[in-house]
């Protein structure tokens, strides 16, 4: 196994389990989770598996492997990036709804005081 | 007795928001109708929040800064909720005059529409605003006419007279930010009537505008996308 190869593997394994922390002090939420648990085991498994990248660039016709990696890696970030655009939308109108509620229980509390 | 929510949005306007709230309450009003004045804080830096709680007014004061849409919106969610028949915003820097409110309401009894918009533009009196400005709003009426077929003369006026059933609408959606020219196709695609009239309004007596001249760009492209957008999005709905 070359040297490269332990260092990623090592580092994707440091990876997983400050994600796995990340999760048990309910600092990330599960589905949040997945994305990165899953991109951490991809990354685990091209570590051991030295030929895959070559195979899978083969196997879709990429002529340079390393181009593989960065059409699917920016793909998947554009993705991911759009996917969390939508989560604030969602937060933003449901902060948006709570600081209304909020304006008028006070009112109403003040006039009954 | 119809009674009428004056909804005013107040953004860091300590200085100008007493003589409003007071010009409000005066103001002259047709016979069997009430006017209560809503003052919608929207999170000011400034004594905002004090002055109006020693005001003849009812004060929402929001958590969070909304902007001008939310801050609108909280209002109208305020009069629904406590079944108003009307509602009329005004602006909170002291350039809708409050002695033209019974021109809207006069307006509404007798052409009974749904949206009144008091505008700047039908004949050219009091103030008129600058170039740009108005560039912007001869757009906003050839994009509206374009997509609902309609003609509103003044469509960046905030100063608008709703009644109950558009007041069931903007409670569950208004615009966020600059909602104005947006609310119009609201409005039309809902199937209300819009009528404008005549109104005379004044330079801003303190405050800022919500729209600065940088972003006045930003601005048209942003409203126009969100014209679009709410277009299609009632259009598919039915």
Same mark, same amino acid.
């Given at each position: 196994?070359?040297?490269?190869?332990?260092?990623?593997?090592?580092?994707?394994? #440091?990876?997983?389990?400050y994600?796995?922390?990340?999760?048990i002090?309910?600092?990330?939420?599960?589905?949040?989770?997945?994305?990165?648990?899953?991109?951490?085991?991809?990354?685990?498994?091209?570590?051991?598996?030295?030929?895959?990248?070559?195979?899978?660039?083969?196997?879709?016709?990429?002529?340079?492997?390393?181009?593989?990696?960065?059409?699917g890696?920016?793909?998947?970030? #554009?993705?991911? #990036?759009l996917?969390?655009s939508?989560?604030?939308?969602?937060?933003?109108?449901?902060?948006?709804?709570?600081?209304?509620?909020?304006?008028?229980?006070?009112?109403?509390?003040?006039?009954?005081? | 007795?119809?009674?009428?929510?004056?909804?005013?949005?107040?953004?860091?306007?300590?200085?100008?928001?007493?003589?409003?709230?007071?010009?409000?309450n005066?103001?002259?009003?047709?016979?069997? $109708?009430?006017?209560?004045?809503?003052?919608?804080?929207?999170?000011?830096?400034?004594?905002?929040?004090?002055?109006?709680?020693?005001?003849?007014?009812?004060?929402?004061?929001?958590?969070?800064?909304?902007?001008?849409?939310?801050?609108?919106?909280?209002?109208?969610?305020?009069?629904f909720?406590?079944?108003?028949?009307?509602?009329?915003?005004?602006?909170?820097?002291?350039?809708?005059?409050?002695?033209?409110?019974?021109?809207?309401?006069?307006?509404?009894?007798?052409?009974?529409?749904?949206?009144?918009?008091?505008?700047? *533009?039908?004949?050219?009196?009091?103030?008129?605003?600058?170039?740009?400005?108005?560039?912007?709003?001869?757009?906003?009426?050839?994009?509206?006419?374009?997509l609902?077929?309609?003609?509103?003369?003044?469509?960046?006026?905030?100063?608008?007279?709703?009644?109950?059933?558009?007041?069931?609408?903007?409670?569950d959606? $208004?615009?966020?930010?600059?909602?104005?020219?947006e609310?119009?196709?609201?409005y039309?695609?809902?199937?209300?009537?819009?009528?404008?009239?005549?109104?005379?309004?004044?330079?801003?007596?303190?405050?800022?505008?919500?729209?600065?001249?940088?972003?006045?760009? $930003?601005?048209?492209?942003?409203?126009?996308?969100?014209?679009?957008?709410?277009?299609?999005?009632?259009? *598919?709905k039915?």
């Amino acid at each position: 196994m070359a040297k490269i190869q332990i260092i990623a593997i090592a580092i994707s394994l #440091l990876f997983l389990l400050y994600i796995i922390r990340l999760i048990i002090k309910g600092k990330l939420r599960e589905e949040y989770s997945i994305v990165w648990i899953v991109c951490t085991i991809v990354l685990i498994v091209f570590s051991f598996w030295r030929n895959g990248l070559e195979v899978m660039a083969n196997l879709l016709g990429v002529y340079e492997a390393p181009n593989l990696i960065f059409t699917g890696a920016i793909f998947a970030i #554009l993705i991911y #990036l759009l996917h969390l655009s939508v989560v604030i939308s969602k937060l933003q109108s449901q902060n948006k709804q709570l600081a209304q509620d909020i304006a008028m229980l006070k009112e109403k509390m003040e006039k009954k005081n | 007795m119809k009674r009428i929510a004056a909804v005013v949005p107040a953004y860091n306007e300590e200085k100008a928001i007493a003589a409003v709230v007071e010009d409000i309450n005066s103001a002259a009003l047709p016979e069997d $109708y009430a006017i209560d004045v809503i003052v919608v804080n929207d999170c000011s830096k400034d004594a905002t929040g004090e002055v109006i709680s020693k005001l003849k007014c009812i004060p929402l004061n929001l958590p969070i800064n909304l902007g001008i849409g939310g801050a609108v919106q909280t209002g109208f969610k305020y009069a629904f909720e406590n079944n108003y028949d009307f509602a009329i915003q005004i602006d909170g820097d002291g350039q809708h005059p409050a002695s033209e409110i019974q021109k809207l309401i006069e307006f509404q009894i007798q052409n009974t529409v749904d949206v009144v918009i008091g505008s700047r *533009f039908i004949s050219k009196e009091g103030f008129q605003s600058s170039a740009i400005r108005r560039f912007g709003i001869n757009y906003f009426k050839w994009l509206n006419n374009l997509l609902v077929g309609i003609k509103v003369n003044d469509s960046t006026s905030g100063f608008r007279l709703i009644n109950r059933n558009v007041l069931e609408v903007v409670s569950d959606y $208004y615009p966020d930010e600059y909602p104005e020219p947006e609310a119009i196709i609201l409005y039309s695609l809902n199937g209300f009537k819009i009528g404008e009239v005549q109104v005379q309004m004044k330079e801003r007596q303190g405050g800022v505008s919500s729209i600065g001249a940088f972003s006045s760009i $930003y601005y048209m492209f942003k409203v126009s996308l969100a014209i679009i957008y709410t277009f299609i999005r009632i259009k *598919f709905k039915k």
